[in-house]
């Protein structure tokens, strides 16, 4: 009997993971706190099992992520007693980096890319795993499972290797890293499936409850920071509603929702129209913005 | 339960493939509506009807720019019945070494014609390309037949002259528009002549290929666990077969013989597994076991020096004076090569490796039988290879009177299976020589 297809995602990706563990000498696992990063954890401990998780955790923490994800992240990492590495540009911080003083690209490249680039060079990294999925957005469909990166950690779409079968080549020149994404071929929806089959914990951000929120226009914004402006008649409202997708707050819009567990999360992406990454502002820059990110060394 | 069918597509250029894609995502509703949105805004600046398909898997800024497709895209997309992983090669120069990279993967491959050309020599090629990759069930979508009005008689003869070139394979031709979506998802009005399957009906429902779970078992050792004193697994992914506890199984290249005492998974213990699942091998006996080895039942080739199909990727041609990585389940070995080949050129090759690796034919195991090759210089993956079988000499030799009886001999009077392995070996060299 075939396996379905839940099984054979996960198989594939636990293969991805023994590669890396037995080809490199320092691999790293980005851990961004959502949904993709909790099931990339729980198939690192399925694919090392009976062994713990042999390589650290890192977290780059822009410091505006959402109060909730950082709670997370300190127990959940604790209880199943992963090594966790937290990074933060604190020199742009001290600066007063933020998104509405120096724009969301701006803000983006160096709270995030400038700081993964730098924690993955303070930590001598060769290899470091990410969450991504291929059906997330356009450029990323051309992704490889092993993604070269040069010595400054950018992305060339030109100079990919081919991969073939499940032979990955993981052969590296002085100053060259690579990323990889076990989750590549998984879409919102199995990511979903599988926390329900495998009863995988995530933030609380992703149920629907009564938050207060600003509306403006279709993008609900939490108010965690102090220095999100509010626009003339704009009000907090309570209004019902979840994260789709976890990012910094100011930056993360909800969507009106009642799903309050992961089945019903899932009902609800059956009917969704929309797609997942509408609501994370910073796509939006411009024509290709996800393109020229990976370019400059983003994930 | 959904089952998983990957499929690959090729065609040539303008022959409608992203096209045909952007409507199946959007049939199947794998397109969110903010994807149709900014698809519709950037439409405008081209011409190609109300909603430009193709700008849903044109990725890259330079594709959207130049209307092309530079590298494989790979689309997800599910009905009730099944989930579907697509891999979009590009139909221009670079396309053998896409297609190769695409159809390695794939259970199924899409061939797209334009109704007005027929099968042109690329179209001859692509089919090559796929069957050379293992591939065996093929749809010929027929499209644009809206542009020669639906006419039956073309159909035909496109239908007959793939047949011709796909002999031995699984054809299913359907009459297609992909810009009206005649035939996609839904039977088309204006082909009342065609009582096949829509493209998706089809897709939903063919049985591929799932022959590996009741194949030979094959496990290449992935990684050697080694937790603490008392614990010892290898693992690894199945590619081929079924493996229960208690069974005998082989170590390659070794040639010891061991029983499987434990299947360990993060989920529990198993008494059975197959192919494709990840799990953890535990043996009965301490062996010298490490990564690269293969974990059999029954006996795949074990050998320096073997028959391939090469399909050259890289810019830099095949130079026959340079020495080569090759990876090959999880063994990366220094090779070299009898035959150069400019890139997108697949040539048959004799491959010389510095140690002998364990393998099967491509055609019996994809697993086992399919290889990389790795420029030592740039890393670049410059080859993708499949194994046909040992070199000829060996086989050969095999040939020559008494051989086989005189390796029976040295096998059955030996003591122990370690024994017999370095005195078959021994007489295998004598032979030879």
């Known amino acids: 009997m075939p396996l379905d297809h839940l099984h054979a995602l996960e198989a594939e990706a636990i293969q991805i993971i023994r590669e890396v563990v037995a080809e490199f000498e320092r691999p790293v696992m980005l851990y961004s706190i959502g949904k993709d990063s909790s099931v990339l954890l729980r198939l690192a401990q399925k694919a090392l099992y009976p062994g713990p998780i042999p390589f650290p955790l890192l977290h780059v923490d822009t410091t505006y992520k959402f109060r909730e994800m950082i709670e997370f992240r300190d127990s959940y990492t604790a209880g199943i007693g992963a090594r966790l590495i937290v990074h933060t540009n604190a020199g742009a911080i001290a600066d007063g980096t933020q998104p509405f003083l120096v724009g969301t690209q701006r803000c983006c490249g160096l709270l995030k890319t400038r700081a993964l680039l730098d924690a993955l060079d303070a930590g001598g990294f060769d290899a470091a795993f990410g969450g991504a999925r291929r059906d997330e957005e356009r450029s990323r469909a051309k992704e490889r499972i092993f993604s070269l990166r040069d010595a400054r950690g950018q992305w060339d779409p030109k100079r990919q290797r081919p991969e073939l079968w499940h032979l990955l080549n993981g052969r590296l020149r002085p100053g060259e890293t690579i990323r990889v994404f076990p989750l590549s071929n998984w879409t919102e929806l199995d990511v979903w499936h599988y926390i329900d089959a495998e009863r995988i914990p995530v933030v609380p951000l992703y149920f629907a409850k009564e938050r207060e929120v600003i509306v403006r226009g279709d993008a609900l914004i939490a108010l965690e920071q102090g220095f999100v402006p509010l626009l003339p008649g704009e009000r907090p409202e309570r209004v019902m509603c979840r994260m789709r997708s976890l990012g910094c707050s100011p930056c993360t819009g909800a969507v009106r929702s009642t799903a309050d567990t992961v089945p019903r999360i899932i009902e609800e992406l059956i009917a969704a129209r929309h797609s997942e990454r509408q609501l994370r502002i910073i796509d939006h820059d411009l024509d290709g913005s996800m393109e020229l990110k990976k370019r400059e060394g983003y994930f | ?433």
């Open chain 2, 1 to 433: 339960m959904a089952t998983l069918l990957r499929l690959c597509t090729a065609g040539s250029v303008d022959d409608g493939k992203s096209t045909l894609i952007g409507r199946l995502l959007y049939d199947a509703q794998a397109v969110y509506e903010d994807q149709v949105r900014s698809v519709t805004r950037a439409s405008r600046n081209r011409t190609a009807g109300p909603i430009d398909f193709s700008l849903f898997t044109d990725g890259l800024k330079a594709e959207r720019e130049q209307c092309i497709t530079i590298d494989v895209a790979y689309r997800y997309f599910a009905t009730a019945r099944r989930k579907f992983i697509l891999a979009d090669t590009p139909g221009h120069e670079q396309y053998t070494r896409n297609m190769a990279t695409g159809a390695s993967t794939a259970n199924l491959a899409i061939l797209l014609v334009d109704a007005r050309h027929g099968l042109r020599p690329q179209s001859r090629r692509h089919a090559q390309i796929a069957r050379l990759l293992g591939i065996s069930s093929f749809v010929v979508a027929i499209n644009k037949m809206d542009l020669v009005d639906f006419d039956r008689g073309v159909f035909d003869r496109i239908r007959e002259e793939f047949a011709d070139c796909l002999h031995g394979a699984t054809l299913q031709p359907i009459p297609l528009s992909a810009l009206h979506g005649d035939n996609v998802t839904a039977p088309s009005d204006r082909t009342p002549w065609y009582d096949g399957p829509t493209l998706v009906e089809y897709l939903e429902t063919i049985d591929v290929d799932r022959r590996s779970a009741t194949e030979a078992f094959r496990f290449p050792v992935q990684l050697v666990l080694r937790p603490s004193h008392d614990f010892r697994g290898y693992a690894g992914q199945i590619l081929a077969g079924t493996v229960r506890v208690g069974e005998r199984v082989t170590v390659w290249p070794s040639g010891h013989e061991t029983t499987v005492q434990r299947i360990v998974t993060w989920d529990g213990d198993l008494d059975v597994a197959s192919a494709p699942q990840s799990v953890t091998l535990v043996l009965a006996d301490q062996l010298d076991v490490s990564r690269g080895d293969v974990l059999a039942v029954g006996a795949p080739h074990v050998a320096s020096r073997f028959e391939a199909q090469i399909v050259w990727m890289d810019e830099r041609p095949l130079d026959t004076s340079r020495v080569y990585l090759l990876k090959q389940t999880g063994r990366t070995v220094t090779a070299e090569i009898d035959r150069g080949l400019a890139l997108n050129e697949i040539g048959a090759v004799v491959v010389t490796t510095a140690r002998p690796i364990v393998f099967d034919s491509y055609a019996r195991h994809h697993g086992t039988g399919a290889f990389i090759v790795i420029d030592p210089a740039s890393s670049f993956t410059a080859g993708a290879g499949m194994i046909v079988q040992p070199a000829r000499e060996l086989v050969g030799a095999m040939d020559r009177p008494g051989a086989a009886e005189r390796l029976a001999h040295v096998a059955r009077t030996a003591a122990t299976d370690t024994d017999a392995v370095t005195a078959v070996r021994q007489a295998l060299e004598e032979i030879l020589i």
